[in-house]
T-cell receptor, first 113, second 111 residues
Framework: GAGVSQSPSNKVTEKGKDVELRCDPI?????LYWYRQSLGQGLEFLIY????????KSGLPSDRFSAERTGGSVSTLTIQRTQQEDSAVYLC???????????FGQGTRLTVV | QKEVEQNSGPLSVPEGAIASLNCTYS??????FFWYRQYSGKSPELIMS????GDKEDGRFTAQLNKASQYVSLLIRDSQPSDSATYLC???????????FGSGTRLQVQP
């Protein structure tokens, strides 16, 4: 596609449920990043993929968070047993290679009730 | 000390003026520097990248980098109300796999 695509755009879930967020990067981009942004806050790094491997998972806030990337393309971020503090906008970005310009998708707004 | 620091603002400038946005970073070996614009409720949009010392101009935008002072800035000439947004500075470099963002400066351009 022309840009980074994320789905769903909005997700409301009950506390304790699992959610999956999807990111489809720009075609040919090898690097993929997940960030989250809480209301009125800055961007918090979660995880980075180079191809299908994740050399940097340092930002994942707990073991309830996991992510995978398949075929060097689509990535899924999974949050298990969601908590209210997980409510945020989850942003995915991709770049041709690491350390170059990164382009963001429109984000997934997650609300845990 | 935060890795990337920005004044949160708001920075208020009249329409047609030059807006100057500043950013400092702590990692001396940083190599790549980016400015993103984020409208309220939207995702960040890349507007400028700069990799070497000096100025880089693109339309009404000029990015300035001074690695010795660990300082990067963004100038917006002929500011328009449509420029009102939060501007995020992002930094990357060796050993760091993902961009580190500042908390952003909110710019308000008054008509």
């Amino acid at each position: 596609g022309a840009g980074v695509s994320q789905s769903p755009s909005n997700k409301v879930t009950e506390k304790g449920k699992d959610v999956e967020l999807r990111c489809d990067p720009i075609s040919g981009h090898t690097a993929l990043y997940w960030y989250r942004q809480s209301l009125g806050q800055g961007l918090e790094f979660l995880i980075y993929f180079q191809g299908n491997s994740a050399p940097d998972k340092s930002g994942l806030p707990s073991d309830r968070f996991s992510a995978e990337r398949t075929g060097g393309s689509v990535s899924t971020l999974t949050i298990q047993r969601t908590q209210q503090e997980d409510s945020a906008v989850y942003l995915c970005a991709s770049s041709l290679v690491e350390n170059t310009e990164a382009f963001f998708g429109q984000g997934t707004r997650l609300t845990v009730v | 000390q935060k890795e990337v620091e920005q004044n949160s603002g708001p920075l208020s400038v009249p329409e047609g003026a030059i807006a100057s946005l500043n950013c400092t970073y702590s990692d001396r070996v940083s190599q790549s520097f980016f400015w993103y614009r984020q409208y309220s409720g939207k995702s960040p949009e890349l507007i400028m990248s700069i990799y070497s010392n000096g100025d880089k101009e693109d339309g009404r935008f000029t990015a300035q980098l001074n690695k010795a002072s660990q300082y990067v800035s963004l100038l917006i000439r002929d500011s328009q109300p449509s420029d009102s947004a939060t501007y995020l500075c992002a930094v990357n470099g060796p050993g760091r796999r993902a961009l580190t963002f500042g908390s952003g400066t909110r710019l308000q351009v008054q008509p």
